[in-house]
């Protein structure tokens, strides 16, 4: 069982608009603006996509963006294309375990 | 340009020890954190431990405390992650990955750069 919740999938189509939810507490997601997220392509490693809650490395397209509201982290990617078909696992900090994760969320472009 | 290069598959039988190996390049080795990550087959990601490549200091989740070992050579720019007392629900790819640079104010929560990943079996 997985310290932050994510869904198991989400779905978009082409040129939509997705968000992908990451729910942990007040003593990980909800106490720290560092909230970050990875891309993970089948049988490759993580990549980075967001960190600091909202920052982007350079490189990674602005289609993706992130937030935060209370204990819940979001990553919206806008514009979908069929390359974000990808799983997505959200990550913070959190004081007594340095870093958590979430379970991770299957993207499936339609 | 900054590279983790990690050791090969290694197969092993259960209350056996694995060393994997993840030697950097393209960057000064001793001015970041390196990281290990695991991942089960299917599963999520989890987080198993830090170390300063510069004094050669470790932090371990607290699951693998006494059982998991990190430890660094400067000279070759390489960290290695022992596991011991292996168990079949060890069975998964294991991640070297970059954090902050050493002199970073905040805490560790983020990998910019992954190596490709280690697939330890444990099996009899």
């Known amino acids: 069982q997985s310290a932050l919740t994510q869904p198991a999938s989400v779905s978009g189509s082409p040129g939509q608009s997705i968000t992908i939810s990451c729910t942990g507490t007040?003593?990980?997601?909800?106490?720290?603006?560092?909230v970050s997220w990875y891309q993970q392509h089948p049988g490759k490693a993580p990549k980075l996509m967001i960190y600091d809650v909202t920052k982007r490395p350079s490189g990674v397209s602005n289609r993706f963006s992130g937030s935060k509201y209370g204990n819940t982290a979001s990553l919206t990617i806008s514009g979908l294309q069929a390359e974000d078909e990808a799983d997505y696992f959200c990550s913070s900090y959190k004081s007594s375990s340095f870093v958590v994760f979430g379970g991770g969320t299957k993207l499936t472009v339609l | 340009q900054v590279q983790l290069e990690q050791s090969g598959a290694e197969v092993k039988k259960p209350g056996a020890s694995v060393k994997v190996f993840c030697k950097s390049s393209g960057y000064t080795f001793t001015a970041y954190y390196l990281h290990w990550v695991r991942q089960a087959p299917g599963q999520g990601l989890e987080w198993m431990g830090i170390i300063n490549p510069s004094g050669g200091s470790t932090s371990y989740a607290q699951k693998f405390q006494g059982r998991v070992t990190m430890t660094r050579d400067t000279s070759t720019s390489t960290i290695y992650m022992e596991l011991s007392s292996l168990r079949s629900e060890d069975t998964a790819v294991y991640y070297c990955a970059r954090g902050l640079d050493i002199v970073a104010t905040i805490p560790p929560s983020w990998f910019d750069y992954w190596g490709q990943g280690t697939l330890v079996t444990v099996s009899s």
């Open positions: 007040s003593n990980d997601v909800g106490g720290y603006n560092y």
